[in-house]
C-alpha cells in the first residue's frame, strides 16, 4: 500500500494529532496553505502541494489544489499509477470551508460566496469516486481509524458519508442563494425541489408499534425544551403540532387547544389562561382524557392543579410558573414542553408541506391564509352582531385545523361542538351539533368547504343556529343562500376554502 497522505482542512481540530499518528506509521504528508503552515510550527515535515505541481497558489489562495497531478494522484486505479510521474495518494483528509455557519445570518453576499469551497468539495469527490483505492476523511471522529489496515467495507462508508457532505453542502448553498436571490417558495415549486434532512434520534416506533421511526432536522427547528416527562413519541409531535398549529391563530390572547389524534377536541379563548382552559375542556370533556393541550401564554399554579387533575399525555406553553412546574412534575410520566419559540413567528417554520404518495411526491405551500372579517360578505338580509362576528372568525379559523369534512360550532369565542373527518357534509354538521353539551342555540356555524345542499341549512335552523360562515363556490350557492334568508340565519362568504385531507 503506498503510504502517503493529502492533507488540507479548514477545521484544524485534530489535524496535528492525525497528522503526528501517520507520520510515526511512515506516512508520507502533502498539504497545502495554513493546513500545511500548522503542521510545520508543530514538527510535522509536510510537503507543500506546489512542490509537486509546480505552481504557487493562485488568487490569494482561491486555487491550490486544483491541478491535473493532484487529481490524477487521487484517482488513479493501480494501473493507471504506473503512468503517472509521481506517487499516488491512499489518504485523502479534508474539510469544507463552513458556509453553513453563515446561512440566516443575514451575511451579505460577498461573505456568503467567500465560503463557498470549491476545491476541497472537488477533493471529497475524487478521493469518494476511488474509494476502492483511496480512503476519503472528512469527519474528525474518523481520525482515530487504523489507515495502515483499512478494509473495503469502511472505504465504502467513507465515501458514503463523503458524498452525503458534499450533496448537503450544495443542497445548503442552493436554498441559501435562492432565498438571497429573491426566489419565492411558490417560484421553487415550479423547478427541482429537494429536501435534506439531517436524522436527529430514532423513535421507539411509529403511529404503530410494528412501524419504525425516526425524527429528522431541516433548515429552520421550533426551539423548544422538554421539562418534564419522557422523550416525545411520533404520535406525541404530531398531535403536538396540530395543538400549536391552532394555538398560534390566537397568539396574542389567552387561547387553549386540546388535540386528539391531530383533531381539536377543545379551542376555547378566555378571560384568563385558566378560563380559556375550563371553556376548551367544556367542549368535549371525554376526548380530551389523553390528550396534548396547548397554552398561547404562562401557565401558573392554578391551571397545572386542573391539568394534573385529568391524564394527559403532553403540556405545551410559552412560559411556566416556578410553582406550576413543581406541580406538574408530580405527574413523572408527563411531557411537559415549553416552546422558546415566539407563536407569532411560529407560522413561518414550516413555509411547505411535503407528502409522499405512489404516485410521486406532493409538495404544497402551507395554509397560512388569514380571513379578514373586513373582506368576507354577509349575503343575507340578517345581519351580524359584533359579538357573531368575532365568534364567527374564531370558528373558522378552527375550522381551518379540522380534517375535511369540517365542521366547528361557536359561541362566546369557544368551541361548542367539533367533528372532522366525515364523507359527508351533512353528516359533519349533524354530529358537531350533537356534541354540543348544551344547546347551539343562538350559536355559530363554520364550515371548512361550501355546502352542497340545503340540507345543512335545514339542519342548522333545527338546532336555533344563529349564523354561519363558509367558503361558497357550490353550484347551490344562490338556493343555500336563499334558505338561509328563510330560517332567519346570518350567511358569511369568506371566498377562502380550507380542505384539510
Known sequence: MNKRAYISVFDKTGIVELAKRLL?????????????????????????????????????????????????????????????????????????????????????MDTLVKNIDIGGVALLRAAAKNYKNV??????????????????????????????????YDFTIFE???????????????????????????????????QKAALYSYDKKLDYEILNGKEMSYNNILDSTAALNIVAEFYDVNACVIVKHTNPCGVALGKSVEDAWKKALDCDPLSAFGGIVAFSKEIDDTVAKHLTSMFLEVIIAPSYTSAALEILKTKKNLRVIKINTELQKYSNFVPQELKLTPFGALVQEKDTLELDPEKFKIVTKNKPTQEQIEDMVFAFKVAKHVKSNGIVVAKDLRALGICGGQTSRVGAVEI????????????????????????????????????????AGSIKDKEVIETADKMGIVMAITGIRHFKH
Open 432 to 471: 358537531a351539533i350533537n356534541r354540543v353539551c348544551d344547546s347551539p342555540k343562538d350559536a355559530v356555524l363554520a364550515s371548512d368547504g361550501f355546502f352542497p345542499a340545503i340540507d345543512n341549512i335545514h339542519l342548522a335552523a333545527q338546532n336555533r343556529i344563529a349564523a354561519i360562515i363558509q367558503p
Open 135 to 168: 480512503s476519503v476523511v472528512c469527519d474528525v471522529e474518523d481520525y482515530n481509524l487504523d489507515f495502515d489496515n483499512i478494509d473495503e467495507n469502511t472505504r465504502q462508508n467513507l465515501a458514503l458519508k463523503a458524498f452525503e457532505k458534499t450533496s448537503k
Open 24 to 108: 510515526m506509521s511512515g506516512w508520507e504528508i502533502v498539504s497545502t496553505g495554513n493546513t500545511c503552515r500548522i503542521l510545520k510550527e508543530n514538527g510535522i515535515n509536510a510537503l507543500e502541494s506546489s512542490t509537486i505541481t509546480g505552481f504557487d497558489e493562485l488568487l490569494g489562495g482561491k486555487v491550490k489544489s486544483l491541478h491535473p497531478k493532484i487529481f490524477a494522484s487521487i484517482l488513479a486505479d493501480e494501473n493507471e499509477a504506473k503512468t503517472l510521474d509521481c506517487p499516488v495518494f491512499s489518504l485523502v483528509v479534508v474539510n469544507l470551508y463552513p458556509f453553513e455557519d453563515y446561512k440566516g445570518v443575514n451575511a451579505d
Open 176 to 210: 441559501e442563494l435562492s432565498y438571497n436571490f429573491g426566489i419565492s417558495e411558490a417560484d421553487m415549486l415550479n423547478s427541482h425541489k429537494a429536501f435534506y434532512l439531517d436524522k436527529i434520534c430514532d423513535l421507539r416506533y411509529g403511529e404503530n408499534p410494528h
